[in-house]
C-alpha cells in the first residue's frame, strides 16, 4: 500500500522527499532524542539539499500544531468514544498521547513541511538534478 512515488511514504518514513531512497534523518528513530532534529545536509542518493534555506524548518512548528491536534483528537475518540473513559481521564490520556507521541509529532511535521515544497521525482540522481 505504501510506495516509494507516494508523499505519504516519504511523510511517514522520513526519506528523502525528492527520491525516496534514503533516510533525511541521521539516526531514523525518532525516540533517541539526542539526535531527533539531526539530518544530513542533502541526500546522498540525489544530492537534494534539506533545508532549502536558513532555518527552514521553522516552518514545521506550525505543521505540528496540526499533527498535535490529530494525535489528540485520535486520543479523544479512542478514550472518551471507544473506551468509555470519563472527562478527566480522556483529558490525562490526551496529554499522555501528547508527550509519548512529540518525537514522532516533530518528525512528521517536518517530513510533511519538505513534502509540501519539494515533488517527488524517480529519475532524480546525484547527475540528473533539475535545480
Ligand atoms: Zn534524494
Known amino acids: 500500500m505504501l510506495k516509494k512515488g507516494n508523499k505519504l511514504y516519504s511523510i511517514l518514513t522520513g526519506s528523502c522527499p525528492r527520491?525516496?531512497?534514503e533516510s533525511m534523518?541521521?539516526?531514523k528513530n525518532p525516540y533517541h532524542m539526542g539526535k531527533i532534529f539531526e539530518m544530513h545536509d542533502?541526500?546522498?542518493?540525489c544530492d537534494l539539499k534539506?533545508?532549502?534555506e536558513p532555518s527552514f524548518f521553522y516552518g514545521a512548528m506550525y505543521v505540528s500544531y496540526a499533527v498535535g491536534i490529530a494525535f489528540a483528537v485520535a486520543a479523544f475518540?479512542?478514550?472518551n468514544l471507544f473506551l468509555g473513559a470519563s472527562l478527566i481521564t480522556t483529558f490525562i490520556a490526551i496529554i499522555g498521547t501528547l508527550v509519548v507521541f512529540m518525537?514522532?509529532?516533530m518528525r512528521i511535521s517536518r517530513n510533511i513541511w519538505i513534502n509540501m515544497f519539494v515533488k517527488y521525482d524517480a529519475k532524480a540522481t546525484l547527475h540528473n538534478t533539475s535545480r
Open 50 to 52: 534539506y533545508k532549502i
Open 25 to 27: 534523518y541521521v539516526d
Open 77 to 79: 475518540v479512542i478514550a
Open 42 to 45: 542533502r541526500c546522498g542518493h
Open 103 to 105: 518525537p514522532v509529532i
Open 19 to 21: 527520491c525516496h531512497k
